[in-house]
């Protein structure tokens, strides 16, 4: 079946989090969010110095939504009483294999609650049973602590450390960086 007749219910739910697709309307939110972490997002995220307003968000949300509508990629917002705290996705999607890179963030207000660990939880739940996926990556730089935890209490396992295997965000310095994979 082609991936774009896919259908799965939304949104993901899990004990204290609401997760469903970005959309239209999610700039505002988002931008406010980035804006509060962006000094501790930069460090990790080589996407976060190009938000440079709120209709950057906008417009980011619009595409990813489109992306979801499509099956290209499916990046979510994390809500915590319909408030966005962060985002949560699937992407470098291979179709064939079913193999799916995974991706998060957090507004610093809201780390160290477990938050991003329950989202991704449910986000693999969620991608073996709907998406049918047979390998599940996370890709990380090595000195990203908290990104490593939350992949290894996801039950992730270190599949490869090497150096380039992605780069600094903003200067393109080549990192030591960590792939960690889950199979169904």
Not at 66 to 92: E, M, N, T, W
Not at 104 to 128: H, M, P, R
Not at 159 to 171: F, I, Q, R, S, T
Request: net charge neutral; proline share 3%; glycine share 8%.
């Amino acid at each position: 079946m082609s991936p774009i007749l896919l259908d799965f219910p939304m949104p993901i739910t899990t004990k204290r989090l609401g997760t469903r697709p970005m959309q239209q309307g999610d700039g505002a939110q988002l931008f406010s969010q980035i804006e509060q972490s962006r000094d501790n997002l930069r460090a990790w995220l080589p996407w976060v110095d190009s938000v440079k307003c709120q209709a950057d968000s906008e417009s980011t949300a619009r595409s990813f939504y489109a992306d979801f509508v499509l099956r290209k990629a499916f990046h979510f917002v994390i809500c915590l009483d319909g408030q966005i705290i962060g985002g949560v996705g699937l992407s470098f999607i291979n179709w064939t294999i079913r193999r799916m890179n995974i991706g998060y963030w957090c507004s610093i207000n809201y780390q160290g609650k477990g938050y991003v660990t329950e989202a991704v939880d449910g986000l693999v739940d969620f991608a073996f049973v709907h998406l049918k996926a047979q390998k599940l990556l996370i890709v990380c730089d090595s000195e990203n602590t908290k990104s490593i935890k939350v992949a290894e209490r996801c039950g992730f396992a270190l599949e490869a450390e090497a150096l380039g295997v992605l780069d600094h965000p903003g200067n393109g310095e080549l990192r030591l960086g960590r792939r960690y994979a889950r199979y169904e």
